[in-house]
């Protein structure tokens, strides 16, 4: 009797299985292309306004036309939203429509002016027909929500309490959102330095941490330590500092035996290195 065959036939063409590889591909491409357009893209749907209607950045451009120009290197531009305005919304998703402004050559303040600080509340009488001032940083929290939270931290930056606004360090209309205007982690901190000159140097004694960048030590929207610090202790400096123990209850950093000194306090407070930044006299960073 013949033994039946063990070999499995073949289920898939040669030319079924190239036509299979093919379409894989069509749509592996297809699906690549898709994620390119959409991750280098942020929608936003722009606020509306009862009686005013959506113009494009083409007409603010008749009045504006420095800020429209330089709009376009800005990393704002690339707001979109549904409708006629989808190919650059602009001005008007910050804004809000600006036809009543454009129509009364600029008489009629567009329906969003802003102001720094959180805005009043009325609790009680009758309440104004016209829009309120927007918020500076209530527009910017719309997409933001992230830098909203870090704002109400018990240590920030006074942007809530109205004394800076947030565009005294990113600027909406042109260029990078930093004023550094680079990715350059020096460039970055040109921000911190127009308010904090001191900390600039030159020393001749520098905290290496400096060459990280401000961000390395410090929150620069808010923190729940003070100063906007990342984190509240010495620990902040022992993530760079490398800790030996030669006993159990001893730590070594730099050769020299810390373990009585961290007890007294932070490295900054307990009266050892004082110049956290930098010193021009000593290479331990004290005044």
């Known amino acids: 009797m013949k033994k039946p065959s063990m070999d499995v036939p073949a289920l898939i063409s ?24 959409t991750v280098h893209r942020s929608v936003v749907v722009p606020p509306n306004v009862p009686g005013a209607e959506y113009i494009g950045t083409a007409e603010c ?61 009325a609790t009680f ?42 565009s005294e360090c990113h600027p909406p209309h042109k260029g990078r959102a930093h004023l550094g205007g680079s990715t350059s982690l020096m460039d970055q901190d040109e921000n911190c330095f127009q308010c904090h000159p001191a900390q600039r140097g030159p020393y001749v004694f520098q905290h290496e941490a400096m060459r990280e960048g401000c961000g390395a030590c ?25 800790t030996r123990r030669p006993a159990a209850n001893q730590v070594f950093i730099g050769g020299s035996d810390h373990t009585l000194r961290l007890q007294q306090g932070t490295c900054w407070s307990a009266g050892c290195h004082e110049a956290v930044h930098g010193s021009r006299v000593n290479s331990s960073l004290r005044f």
Not at 130 to 144: D, I, K, M
Request: net charge negative; proline share 7%.
């Open 14 to 37: 040669p030319t079924w299985g190239r036509g299979l590889a093919l379409a894989s591909g069509i749509a592996l491409v297809v699906v690549v292309a898709i994620s390119c357009t």
């Open 61 to 121: 451009e008749m009045c504006h036309e420095e800020l429209v120009r330089d709009f376009v290197t800005a990393d704002h531009a690339r707001l979109i939203a549904a409708g006629t305005n989808a190919v650059n919304v602009g001005c008007e998703s910050c804004h809000g429509p600006g036809s009543l402004h454009a129509e009364s050559g600029g008489e009629v303040k567009p329906p969003f002016s802003y102001t720094a600080g959180r805005p009043e509340t």
């Open 125 to 166: 009488g009758a309440q104004p027909l016209v829009s309120p001032a927007r918020a500076t940083e209530t527009v910017c929290y719309q997409c933001h929500g992230d830098v909203r939270g870090q704002f109400n931290l018990p240590s920030h930056h006074p942007v809530p309490e109205g004394r800076m606004t947030c």
């Open 218 to 242: 410090h929150n620069p929207h808010g923190s729940i330590n003070a100063k906007m610090l990342t984190i509240r202790n010495a620990n902040l400096c022992l993530q760079c500092h490398t």
